[in-house]
């Protein structure tokens, strides 16, 4: 069982910056890829981007050029810069742990992010 705990959102201006973390429990952090999606209001979960634990990195197009995934495996810990915010950038974003080696897949309660014009 891994447990993740997300922080960092909060309410900002468009065009600014936001740094999100998130803190996974457990030894393995390694073995999981790690990824950010995003949900607004009545619509699907969507990816935003992915890392392994060798730093490949898969992002949407939607952020990419404007976001920045990175992971520190000593610190069981991702995180996820996004710069030049959209107010479409709104959502709840959630991390998300997936096991390389089997189905296992992980979700974190989630942090709002909202990005006023």
């Known amino acids: 069982q891994v447990q993740l705990v997300e922080s960092g959102g909060g309410l900002v201006q468009s065009g600014g910056s936001l740094r999100l973390a998130c803190v996974a429990s457990?030894?393995?952090?390694?073995?999981?890829?790690m990824g950010w999606y995003r949900q607004a209001p009545g619509k699907q979960r969507d990816l935003v981007a992915t890392?392994?634990?060798?730093?490949?990195?898969v992002y949407a197009d939607s952020v990419k050029g404007r976001s920045t995934i990175s992971r520190d495996n000593a610190k069981n810990t991702v995180y996820l810069e996004m710069n030049s915010l959209k107010p479409e950038d709104t959502a709840v974003y959630l991390c998300?742990?997936?096991?390389?080696?089997?189905?296992?897949?992980?979700w974190g309660q989630g942090t709002q992010v909202t990005v006023s014009s």
């Open positions: 998300n742990a997936r096991f390389m080696y089997s189905s296992l897949n992980f």
């Open positions: 890392i392994t634990s060798d730093g490949a990195t």
């Open positions: 457990g030894r393995t952090f390694r073995n999981y890829v």
